[in-house]
């Protein structure tokens, strides 16, 4: 098991302090980057460059990109979510494959796309978590969907949220998670009214688009027990939603992400520094029970795919662009942090899902039994 080096404490967040946390948290954001990390981000933009107007890109048939999904309906299945053995299993004890920034993608249009292919092919595919960021638009008093700015391309939030309506509706034994992270176009910091503008639209989405009567609700994790996959599929509340704002007492699904999850870093900037980045960034580990390991770098925010450059990064032994979204290196990784911190892996967040192996992994994670006990990280 590799041993991993904790790089800074957890972080337990108080409610007069989380305004304060997400502003430090987006000056973090690898779109954001820092005078460290720019030289790095600025060569890999240039080998990118060369690998797509010089070097022609030898990719396998696997990553060849297929159309957009038309159809959401899935072949009829007695599991859940596609996998008989997960239905006796509480929600907390099952991972799901998981879009990072799921808008992002170059199907939609996006400059710097992290995904290629859309979170609609992703649902077809087996992908069953998405991580969205909701952009209010002061001037029209409406949310769209864009990561760092929405001049860099935008994705409509009632569309989207439709198709999740619409996965859900023809697939009756699917459960989905959305994470979300709430910003304002042009602002780093969010004021209370901000706040309350964005809850409002959102919840005026949410019902819209028909689907408040799917949505779940969960007491904070360290009361009842999460219901199992079959239970939810029963009560056809099949829709988690987790934001980074506490959540409204009126609306008891709106979960604030961070009383149910820990999250690991998301700020690594190549393969050698994911190597030792299980830690836990955001949370507290102590009465949560949900996991997010984040498995991606800064590289796929200026869209370098580690896989299509993987051939040059072997040739150049630049570790950014190894592959790792592959196996074996994705399944030791992730295990062995699991296993490390003492935390069931729920959440496989990546980018560029379909050139991964994250739904193989994601498997392979629901058949392997993880220690959840006290973390065995090395201080």
Known sequence: MSKYVPLNEPITYQSDIIEEEIALQRSKS?????????????????????????????????????????????????????????????????????????????????????????????????????????????????????????????????STLLMFEEFLRLNPREIVTLIWEFKVQGQDKRSAQDIKSLKRLFVLAMRSAGLLPYLHWQHISYEPEWPTLDEMIAMNHRLVSFTDTIALSDEPWDMYTYDHTVETRFDMTSKAELDKSCVIHRGEVLWTSLFILNHFTVMSALSVDTTVTDSFGQFTGIDNLMRINQEPYMWNRISDCAQCLGKFPNFIAVDFWESSDVIQVVTKINSATFPTNESKCIQ
């Open 30 to 158: 690898p779109i954001l980057l820092t005078t460290g990390n720019f030289f790095v981000v600025l060569l890999a933009g240039v080998l990118t460059l060369i690998l797509i107007f010089i070097v022609p890109s030898q990719v396998d048939v696997k990553t060849k990109l297929k159309p957009c999904s038309d159809n959401l309906q899935l072949e009829s299945h007695s599991g859940c979510n596609r996998d008989e053995a997960l239905c006796a299993r509480t929600y907390d004890k099952v991972a799901y494959a998981t879009m990072h920034n799921a808008f992002a993608t170059g199907q939609d249009g996006f400059v710097f796309p992290q995904h290629r292919a859309c979170m609609r092919s992703g649902l077809t595919h087996g992908i069953r978590a998405f991580m969205l960021d909701a952009y209010l638009i002061t001037a029209s008093d409406e949310l769209k969907l864009c990561h760092s700015s929405c001049l860099l391309g935008s994705s409509s939030l009632s």
